[in-house]
């Protein structure tokens, strides 16, 4: 087993009993980060997302720049995920055995220096960058998963400044656009521990 395998299969068990613990009359508040591999005690951004395998989309949370452990970080991104999504109900406990995890352990934001929209579009990689948008403080990210429902540049963009509260065909000179890269780990949360 690679070190990167294990550390995944590690993010994973805790991203799991961050949920879980959730339902308790007292839940943790961290995990227990003397038990945790070495590298997961370094600072690291990530995002937490659940599907349901009936419904879709079930909630994904996350953050962009590295502020805490990343044990602690898809800790309480698990928990936002699955508790506090403003866009969905809180996950129930009877939910669980239906749900995916995925856990993504974002690299750097590298800023994209770009004039126009169509400079932009010829140096995203589809399916490989993640996207963050900013504009006068308006803000949304895709990760880079989100490709495969918008597989062009175009709809992606279209969609990205849409979250960000801007219209689908805005551009302005100061806009800023950074990329990033994931490394991303999925399990049915079922079979976690």
Known sequence: MTTEVAS????????????????DSTPPSEPDLGECPAGLLEPAASFVTLTSRPLGLRGCRGMLEARRPLAAD?????????FDDPRFPAVT????ADLDLEVSVLGSLEPLMVRTEDELRQVLVPGTDGVV??????RAT????????????DLFMAQLKLKAG???RFWAVDVEVSRYRVRSVRADLATLS
């Not at 995944?8 to 339902?23: D, N, P, Q, V, Y």
């Open 133 to 138: 948008l900013s504009w006068r403080g308006r």
């Open 8 to 23: 995944g299969g590690a993010l994973l068990s805790i991203a799991a009993r961050a949920i879980r613990t959730g339902f």
């Open 93 to 96: 406990r009877e939910e669980l």
């Open 166 to 168: 801007l219209p689908a």
């Open 74 to 82: 898809v800790w309480h991104n698990a928990r936002a995920s699955a």
């Open 142 to 153: 895709f990760l880079p998963k989100v490709w495969d429902m918008l597989p062009t540049a």
